[in-house]
Structures are given as structure tokens and as C-alpha cells.
């Protein structure tokens, strides 16, 4: 049997980023095309004899300027066939939780501009971006009762708020903070330090610290990291 088929395979980046008590994601601004200045996921083509994740990583640095540490396969878009007006794209998304906080953007190649957006200030999206983003966002609300996120997305030290602060932003709804601060404390993989955070009004919070060493040693061990929201 013959096939014709003309089917190209892209990468897109999911960045979450965070500060201010806000969720934010990474975009660029699309410099050329059809598209031109449509706000999109980081993202492009895979070239020949290139490894997916090489290629995101490589559209990553290319298009923002940043590098990041773990990324995460996401989910293959590519039901809708018209999701790229110029081809038949399939394309492999991936995920990466960073601290926004540290990263100094630099755009290049086909974008115009990179920027940070707030999940609830994003503006319209080229392609089926949109889509892909409300896909990572659930993947993430899952990962909150399983994984212990903060460790990406937090500075090295943080008052504890900041932590269910992030919690409650990425859930959307408050928390029952004292059986949170409890249960997390319990674990032993989040520490306090002798630092105390700047604050304006009143007493200066204590700072604490993620032991990633730790939290590495009890999964290898059998840990199980569980949090139940209900």
C-alpha cells in the first residue's frame, strides 16, 4: 500500500512560572508569517535526526533565551489537523516548572518578544495553544496531591505562606493552611532556617528551605508524597 503523507512534527514548552503570588506562562510574540504578532507557546519544528527533547530544549534557548532543568512530557496535539493553517502539524508538548523570578528573557529568531503572562490575563493564542495550556494546567492542579512542586517554583528560601500561598493560586481556592503547614513539616523535607524574610508591616516571617537530598533519599527509600485537598 502506498501512503502520501506529508506530516510535519513540532515541540511546544509549557513554562509555568511564579511570583507575586501569581501563576504565570511564558510566551512569545510571533515575528513572521501568518501569524504575525499572535502571542504562542514557545515552540517549532523538529529537525531531521533531532531528538524531541533536544528540540524544545533548543527552541527554549533559541526563541527566550532560557534554559531549564526538567521538562516534562505533556500529550501529543494533532486530533484537530487544521490546528496549523500552513500544515498538517502534530505536535509533542512538554512542561517545565521554573522560578520566574531568576530568568532574565532574551528574545531571538522568530520571536518578537517574550513574556510572562498571568494564567488569568492570557490574551489570545496563535494555533490550539490555548488548549495545550488548559491541558498543562490540569496536569499541574493533578501533580499538587502527588508531588511536592514548590521545590521549582519557589526561591532557594521562602517564608512558609509563600508556599501555601502557591498552593492555593495553582487550586484556585483556599486551603485549610494549619493541617497544610502540619502536614508538609511532617515530612522533614521542608526545613527552617535561622534566616528571617524582609517585611514592612509587623514581625519578619521565618525563611524556610527545600532539602532536595532528602526528598530524594526517602522516594528511593518508598516515600510517597500525598496531599488530599478534598
Known sequence: MNINQNIKV???????????????????????????????????????????????????????????????????????????????????????LVNSTSLILVPDTDAEDAKWFAIDEIPELAFDHQLIIDTAISRLKNKLSYQPIGF??????????????????????????????????????????????TKKNGRPAKLFKFNKQKYNKLTKEGFIFEINFA
Not at 45 to 72: C, H, M, P, Q
Not at 168 to 195: A, H, M, P, Y
Open 152 to 197: 521549582d517554583l519557589l526561591p532557594k528560601e521562602f517564608p512558609f505562606s509563600d508556599l501555601e500561598n502557591l498552593y492555593c493560586t495553582i487550586l484556585q481556592r483556599e486551603i485549610d493552611r494549619r493541617n497544610f503547614r502540619k502536614k508538609i513539616l511532617s515530612f522533614g523535607f521542608v526545613e527552617e532556617t535561622k534566616k528571617f524574610g
Open 10 to 96: 513540532a515541540v511546544d514548552a509549557i513554562v509555568f512560572g511564579y511570583a507575586d503570588n501569581k501563576l504565570s506562562i511564558l510566551l512569545i510574540k510571533q515575528k513572521y508569517g501568518v501569524l504575525k504578532d499572535k502571542w504562542a507557546l514557545v515552540g517549532g519544528f523538529v529537525k531531521d535526526n533531532e531528538a524531541l527533547i533536544d528540540a524544545v530544549n533548543r527552541e527554549l534557548t533559541e526563541e527566550t533565551g532560557i534554559n531549564v532543568s526538567y521538562l516534562e512530557q505533556l500529550y501529543t496535539f494533532g486530533d484537530n489537523v487544521a490546528r496549523d493553517p500552513r500544515f498538517h502539524v502534530i505536535s509533542v508538548a512538554y512542561f517545565a
